[in-house]
């Protein structure tokens, strides 16, 4: 079946840096979503990326779709504390009956 | 309010009894999904249902079952739990219809089996 790989598992950063995780897989898709889950909480939608090369930003946060259109790039510039969390990326091959797959997540912990 | 609601939020439960875990919304999305999550893991589609007629297997649907009541209204049910369904609970919603379709989540139900 599908699946989606995640880069970095996870990673410690000091607050102000910025942080750069992707998504890639072995299968195209047609659509690519980035999620932020905190502890206890339901994944929120940070962004959704509808096109091959889209680059779009939400605040500080960017995320692109890969040409290839089997990989996205989630980026975070200058992160504060409360970026901490897992990020999972969610992808669609598109078409009626198609299921969104999950990536395992990337656990981000920012240090002060 | 929250567009996505899910209850109960907390469940202890002993092996072999029967529980629901009840999901509504209000975003009129026709698309339901129940997700389970472990410590550490991605989510892993237990059952989905595209409209109130349709149910459909997800990757993990043996121990569960589930109850399409109304287009906003989907329900997961352990008909015996087991310990190693002791797990975070997500309940989803989306709309086709266009190129950009989104989903989105409930708060989640944790739940424990002793």
């Known amino acids: 079946g599908q699946q989606l790989n995640q880069s970095p598992q996870s990673m410690f950063i000091q607050e102000g840096e910025d942080v750069s995780m992707n998504c890639t897989s072995s299968?195209?898709?047609?659509?690519w979503l980035w999620y932020k889950q905190e502890p206890g909480e339901g994944p929120v939608l940070l962004i959704a990326?509808?096109?091959?090369?889209e680059l779009t930003s939400n605040g500080r946060l960017t995320a692109q779709f890969g040409i290839t259109r089997k990989d996205s790039f989630l980026n975070i510039s200058a992160s504060i504390p409360s970026d901490v969390g897992i990020y999972f990326c969610?992808?669609?091959?598109?078409?009626?009956?198609?299921?969104?797959?999950f990536g395992p997540g990337t656990r981000l912990s920012v240090l002060p | 309010d929250a567009d996505v609601t899910q209850t109960p939020r907390n469940r202890i439960t002993k092996t072999g009894k029967r529980i629901m875990l009840e999901c509504s919304q209000t975003?009129?999305?026709?698309?339901m999904y129940w997700y389970r999550q472990d410590p550490g893991l991605g989510l892993q589609l237990i059952y989905y249902?595209?409209?109130?007629?349709?149910?459909n297997k997800g990757e993990i649907s043996d121990g569960y079952s589930v109850s399409r009541q109304a287009q906003a209204k989907f329900s997961l049910s352990l008909e015996s739990a087991i310990p190693n369904q002791t797990a975070l609970y997500f309940c989803?919603?989306?709309?086709?219809?266009?190129?950009?379709?989104?989903?989105?989540f409930g708060p989640g139900t944790r739940l424990l089996v002793l």
């Open positions: 299968s195209i898709f047609n659509t």
């Open positions: 969610a992808g669609q091959t598109g078409g009626y009956g198609q299921n969104f797959v």
């Open positions: 975003k009129g999305h026709d698309r």
């Open positions: 249902s595209f409209d109130v007629k349709d149910i």
């Open positions: 990326l509808y096109k091959a090369g």
């Open positions: 989803a919603t989306s709309q086709p219809g266009t190129d950009q379709e989104t989903q989105y």
